[in-house]
């Protein structure tokens, strides 16, 4: 397993606790204002990085509403639009990129983006991101996974409905093409995505199979599926993030909110922190717990040379005395001194 990957001043790997993405999407709702107020929120919940997504309606798609350009499934969120009037509603202007990218600096919060074709790449490679996201639908899309792989930096690919097959394409092209630090999240490309259909026992199975590091993207309601899979491993978790659901945008409906993040934010780091290592006996923080077993007691006023039996010998509180383990083993066996009420067994007690 290759150490940890080092994106602006946070280092990803097991041994530290998870980066947390906020992803805005397109829930600026055309507003630059709420875009900087998203960051503003991003960073005071204590997420670790803002990723946005770098594209245009003219380099998704066309610009035609109809056939298979048409969004026709009703259970859509986005049913009775065009791919080209979706895109248009939640792209990310390019002249926005810069001042994003500038106010997440000055919090303190990493800001990076999804590019969809080599334009984008070659937009934000002029604003010096630290990193790149490739995305579900594009993780097929070796051409660009080259391109963004040839500039050097860690890249992060979200393995949505690939087969091991795909991915093992994938993974090879961006190493063949330059990429160093990969990190690939477990995915589900539903939105929202439901429990039952998040499967996160994958995640260190592709730890296994790709030897890189592994993270989720998780599209679910709430944080039990992020912390999950800290546990299973993950060293990364991003979440789409809003500053109100009930303010609408194209990815509202499964985004969080602030107060959600920050949970999440403090749950995966308590998760990670839970995980230590094989442990078995007391820990330090223990010790003075052991106190608290069961020992072998005399619970009568006794006279050397009486007879232990099951009325002056207990298992009691505290644990000073011999385990109960020997209590079948010291019942008829005579006291070679005194013992008051009270007095915890020990060997020397029986001469």
């Not at 383990?325 to 009270?342: S, T, V």
Request: charge should be negative; hydrophobic fraction near 40%.
């Amino acid at each position: 397993m290759t150490g940890s990957i080092r994106i602006a001043d946070k280092l990803i790997g097991q041994t530290e606790a998870p980066l947390i993405i906020a992803e805005m999407s397109g829930n600026h709702n055309r507003s630059l204002e709420r875009a900087l107020e998203i960051i503003e929120a991003a960073a005071k919940t204590g997420a670790h990085a803002l990723k946005i997504q770098t594209y245009t309606p003219d380099t998704m798609t066309i610009d035609l509403d109809e056939r298979e350009f048409h969004i026709s499934d009703p259970n859509s969120l986005w049913a009775g639009t065009s791919l080209y009037k979706l895109y248009g509603e939640a792209y990310t202007p390019w002249e926005w990129h810069k001042p994003i990218f500038d106010r997440a600096r000055e919090l303190g919060i990493i800001a990076f983006s999804t590019p969809f074709d080599d334009t984008a790449v070659d937009f934000l490679e002029s604003l010096d991101v630290p990193c790149y996201k490739i995305a579900s639908f594009e993780n097929t899309d070796l051409p660009l996974i080259r391109r963004v792989a040839a500039t050097g930096k860690p890249l992060i690919i979200s393995t949505g409905m690939a087969t091991v097959a795909e991915l093992d394409e994938t993974v090879r092209t961006a190493r063949e093409a330059g990429c160093k630090d990969l990190i690939l999240l477990k995915c589900t490309s539903t939105y929202p995505a439901t429990a039952a259909n998040t499967n996160i026992l994958t995640i260190p199975h592709l730890r296994e199979l790709f030897d890189c590091e592994v993270g989720l993207s998780d599209h679910t309601m709430g944080v039990g599926v992020s912390v999950a899979s800290v546990a299973l491993g993950a060293t990364v978790i991003e979440k789409h993030f809003t500053l109100d659901r009930a303010d609408g945008g194209v990815d509202s409906t499964f985004s969080m909110e602030p107060a959600e993040m920050a949970q999440l934010v403090v749950e995966t780091e308590r998760a990670w922190r839970a995980l230590g290592r094989v442990s078995y006996g007391a820990t330090e923080a223990e010790k003075k717990s052991v106190v608290f077993r069961r020992s072998l007691y005399v619970v009568q006023d006794m006279k050397a040379g009486e007879v232990l039996t099951r009325e002056n010998l207990r298992a009691i509180r505290p644990g000073l005395g011999l385990p109960t383990k020997f209590i079948e083993q010291l019942l008829g066996k005579r006291i070679a001194r005194d013992a008051k009420r009270g007095t915890a067994v020990t060997w020397d007690l029986l001469g």
